[in-house]
């Protein structure tokens, strides 16, 4: 065995954040439960540190107490935390305020909930520097430079608008132009980039880089998205259940993870172009521990594959892996030996049959607002087999919703629109259609909590779904429900709960399980398993899978995380500005060659396996549907432009190889040479 240390390695300089064996409860029903249990860290001076783990770790935990900022019932109940190497807990009120306007600032995970939407961007932004001593003309000066340095290229105009005007991403930089305002020498980041677009959340992660440099900043960045903390970081740090479990170099925890929870969470992942028909994502077996649970003294052990009686009752110290990687783990020199959790290979599947279940031809859709036409979809045509999973991707706003909505009737087409189900043309609205009609074209949406009604027990829920799709009643109705729960692995035990005693995992099986009630033919996808942990993702993804395999349902899925896209779809779709730009086989659309939007969203992707690949900017923001620039709609933000022809003819979409379209002046043969290398003077 190597040599084992106390606790994982602290750098000898003054850190910018230094946690010592801390301890955080919270009062819940009178009882202090316990959710950080003894958490040791040190982030030194312009460093970036990972925190990941799943949901309910303790991740935000420790970023609040950074602070402290925890919530009325939450209370550190021993250890110490200094910052900038002063001891936070030792200051008084006015000293923590202090602070927070000098040395510490943190950027949440969603931006538009962390701006006031009654008060004007440029007054939140300079609100810093006037609360730092500026007049008021200085201070709105100063926010427009600070806007000006997040890249925000028109600040004039976007400090005159409120949040609800600007896109997710402007929003984000709104509140990182806010938090580096004080030129703080640590910021915490938690979960910034959760929901965004790739091209966005490439834009984003660009900007905090260069922003780090300039401003010296150390960064504390939480996250469940690995790929992320590959790209961000040097050091990273594993929470589980309130323990650190691992710490080490990112490239080095990646390569040779050494925990049982770290190869796990590694292991959700679809890595290096894995396809549903060639693997099954492993999964973490169980689930975190409930708040302030007795936990054996490894708090891993009941979801551990390697674990053994001494788990039980000996806590493992932090084991020196190499030089600043350590793991809390008794059998960490063969953690590498960890079982699989899902051992079962991919389910088998039959070809699909030639004759397409779904189709659409020349479907449009306009909408009217202030006076303005917005075509947020242009003659978009498609078809979809039996068993078949076509992958649909592109930024906000470019109708991905739109179209999933006409789809399955929550919104009527332009006339003239034709959606078809088994060669039968479908009425605009869901209201309109017959039962059988509806029973075959279902939705699962992003998020669970608000397609759920919370109010309902899941029973009810189901059950209800059972009775307007199929019809059935009583006995026959309850032998179904059981099948159903079973079906998407939902314990029958919970059938009596609500919503809110779910975790996320549960709760989105409960929706899937609602809209497989009624034995569908297409399921639509929207965003299933964006707000979702890795090791629930990776059940969810598998989970459908299967269903699809056993019941030959189509899925129509939509998703901006495009690792999940590539493993889960037979063919791709990317949609621009209302326009099908790209359509073909996962293959070829990941590989080049590529339409030069595609191109661009594939490289804004952070990967966990640290692969440099050159990031290729988009110029701008997304137009705006109610006025569409002439000729190729992408021709204003183009890496790849040519010249006035983009401007002045609209490109038709065309078969560029066998079962390959795109809708691009470029052939395949000129793609493919061209993106050999990076655009000159756009990748960054």
């Known amino acids: 065995m190597s040599a084992t240390a106390p606790e994982p390695t602290v750098v000898q300089t003054t850190p910018a954040l230094e946690l010592r064996d801390l301890e955080v409860s919270y009062r819940v029903r009178g009882i202090w439960r316990t959710v950080l249990r003894g958490v040791t860290l040190s982030i030194a001076r312009n460093e970036a ?21 925890l919530p009325r019932n939450g209370r550190v109940m021993n250890g110490s935390i200094h910052v900038d190497g002063e001891d936070l807990l ?48 200085r201070a709105h000066e100063r926010a427009q430079e600070m806007l000006s340095k997040v890249q ?54 660009d900007l ?29 740090g594993v929470l589980y259940a309130g323990r650190l479990v691992e710490e080490g170099p990112v490239a080095e925890v990646f390569d040779r993870p050494s925990h049982p929870y770290t190869i796990g969470l590694v292991r959700c992942i679809p890595r290096g172009g894995v396809r549903k028909d060639k693997e099954t994502l492993d999964t973490i077996p169980g689930f975190l521990p409930q708040l302030g649970a007795e936990l054996p003294a490894c708090v891993f052990t009941d979801r551990c594959g390697l674990a053994e009686e001494i788990c039980r009752q000996q806590e493992p110290p932090f084991h020196r892996v190499t030089d600043g990687h350590c793991s809390r783990c008794h059998f960490y020199e063969r953690a590498h030996t960890l079982p699989r959790a899902t051992g079962a290979p991919p389910v088998p599947r039959e070809s699909p049959r030639e004759a397409p279940v779904l189709e659409a031809h020349g479907v449009r859709k306009t909408f009217h607002q202030e006076g303005h036409a917005i075509q947020a979809l242009a003659d978009v045509e498609f078809a979809l087999k039996e068993g078949e999973t076509l992958g649909l991707v592109g930024e906000s706003g470019s109708g991905k919703t739109t179209l999933a909505r006409l789809l399955i009737g929550l919104s009527a087409p332009d006339e003239g629109s034709i959606v078809e189900l088994d060669g039968a043309q479908l009425a605009g609205s869901v209201n309109k259609r017959k039962r059988d009609q509806v029973r075959a074209l279902q939705i699962v949406f992003q998020n669970p909590d608000s397609a759920l009604n919370r109010r309902f ?6 059950g209800r779904a059972l009775t307007m799709l199929t019809g059935e009643h009583g006995e026959k109705r309850e032998e179904r429900l059981r099948q159903l729960a079973h079906s998407v692995r939902f314990d029958v035990r919970l059938i009596g709960a609500r919503p809110a005693q779910l975790s996320g995992g549960l709760k989105q099986r409960v929706a899937i399980a609602r809209a497989f009630a009624g ?30 395999a056993q019941k030959k349902v189509a899925y129509l899925f939509i998703s901006h995380d495009l690792g999940v896209v590539r493993y889960l779809s037979d063919r791709i779709a990317v949609l621009y500005l209302g326009r099908l730009m790209e359509l073909g086989a996962a293959e070829s659309v990941f590989d080049p060659p590529q339409h030069p939007y595609t191109e661009a969203l594939g490289s804004a992707v952070p990967t966990a396996e640290g692969t440099e690949r050159t990031r290729i900017r988009l110029v701008g923001e997304i137009p705006s549907a109610a006025s569409p620039p002439s000729g190729c709609v992408f021709h204003t933000r183009c890496p790849r432009y040519i010249g006035d022809i983009c401007k002045t003819e609209e490109p038709e979409l065309r078969e560029v190889e066998p079962g390959h379209f795109w809708r691009c002046h470029y052939s395949a043969e000129q793609l493919r040479e061209l993106q050999k290398t990076p655009p000159p003077g756009r990748g960054v």
Do not use: W
């Open 49 to 69: 540190y990972g925190l990941v783990g799943e949901s309910g770790c303790g991740k935000s935990t420790a970023a609040f107490a950074a602070l402290r900022y």
């Open 90 to 137: 030792s200051m008084s009120e006015d000293e923590v305020r202090q602070l927070r306007m000098s040395k510490v600032s943190m950027v949440y995970q969603n931006p538009t909930a962390a701006l006031n939407p009654s008060i004007r961007i440029g007054d939140q932004v300079a609100e810093v520097y006037a609360l730092a001593g500026d007049s008021d003309d």
């Open 152 to 205: 925000i290229s028109d600040p004039v105009s976007v400090m005159r608008r409120y949040p609800h005007q600007l896109s997710g991403g402007m929003n984000q930089r709104v509140v990182i132009a806010m938090a580096l305002a004080t030129n703080p020498s640590l910021l915490i980041l938690d979960e910034p980039t959760t929901g965004l677009d790739a091209t966005v959340e490439g834009e984003v992660l």
């Open 208 to 236: 905090i880089k260069t922003l780090r440099g300039e401003f010296e900043t150390s960064l504390l960045f939480i996250t469940h998205n690995l790929g992320v903390i590959s790209k961000m970081c040097e050091r990273m």
């Open 457 to 462: 027990s899941i029973h009810r829920i189901l």
């Open 519 to 548: 034995e569908p033919r297409i399921v639509v996808c929207d965003e299933p398993t964006s707000a979702l942990d890795v090791s629930v993702q990776a059940a969810i993804l598998n989970l459908l899978v299967e269903l699809q």
